[in-house]
């Protein structure tokens, strides 16, 4: 029963099979006699001239037909590209910047600086320091004296209290009296703050000398010339009168002669004591900075 079953499909396979194939032969019979067909118009037909302003497109034929109705073309697939790989990035050694040159400081324009200054005319009252005499000190000797009250002059120009003068003597006079003593002097410097100005200053002592006579090597020099002077002046009377009226006449005018001669050779000492005032007075401007 089964080999018959079997038989059975195989026969039935194969009657399918011969089917199929006489289908095929007949659809490709068919189509070769219309393909043959069309060949064989096209070949009939002439090309006939035409004299038309404008050309017609002349009409397919049956195998540009058979062409247009053939399917597409399938496109093979191309395999896909590796898509390249991305660059690696190299690590490279960081550039250091470049430095900025230092900016250079242009100083803006300074104005100039204002002055102080103490105005030609001023006065000013010092202090001598030390004792100045004719009979001791010689023109150049040097003496300190001392500003009594502060100065204020214009800009801020300032001589504070206790700033010292250098002075200097000028000149020494020691007189015959009293009232021939004389001692002048002159400014060297102003020194205020530990700065020194040179300055054109006039200066005098507004305290009185103290004038004291000097003694001689003899004491009794003076009683000696008036002596003298008498006893000269009697003898020359004696001769000259030959009386004693004339002798005392002679006398007198000898012993005046004598009192005469000891005056000329008289001599006065003239001091400024320590601590004496005077008067200093610019005669120009002192400019202080």
């Known amino acids: 029963m089964k ?17 199929a194939c006489s289908d095929k032969a007949k659809s490709r019979a068919a189509t070769d006699s219309a393909l043959a067909k069309d060949l064989a118009l096209a070949g009939q037909q002439t090309a006939q001239p035409t004299f038309q302003d404008t050309s017609i497109a002349p009409a397919p034929t049956q195998a540009a037909r058979a062409k247009q109705d053939a ?43 204002i002055h102080g200054e103490i105005g030609a005319g001023t006065g000013v009252a010092l202090t001598s320091g030390s004792k100045v005499c004719t009979s001791t000190n010689l023109p150049g000797d040097k003496l300190v004296a001392t500003v009594n009250e502060t100065v204020t002059g214009s800009n801020g120009a300032v001589i504070p209290a206790g700033s010292t003068v250098v002075l200097e003597v000028a000149s020494v006079t020691p007189g015959q009296n009293a009232d021939a003593a004389h001692i002048a002097f002159r400014v060297r410097s102003v020194v205020v703050n530990d700065k020194t100005y040179n300055v054109a200053a006039d200066v005098a002592p507004t305290t009185p000398l103290e004038k004291t006579k000097v003694a001689g090597s003899d004491p009794n020099a003076d009683k000696k010339k008036v002596i003298g002077g008498a006893i000269a002046g009697a003898l020359i009377g004696q001769m000259i009168g030959h009386n004693t009226k004339g002798t005392v006449i002679g006398a007198a005018a000898g012993a005046a002669a004598g009192v005469a001669a000891s005056k000329a050779g008289e001599k006065w000492e003239g001091c400024l004591p320590s601590g004496a005032a005077l008067r200093l007075t610019f005669n120009s401007g002192l400019v202080m900075s």
């Open 71 to 113: 399917p597409a073309p399938v496109r093979a697939r191309t395999a896909r590209q590796p898509k390249p790989a991305a660059p690696q990035r190299v690590a490279q050694t960081p550039v250091p910047a470049p430095v900025p040159a230092p900016a250079m400081h242009i100083p803006a324009a300074v104005a100039a600086p």
């Open 3 to 19: 080999l018959s079953r079997l038989r059975l499909s195989a026969v039935t396979l194969a009657l399918l099979s011969a089917a």
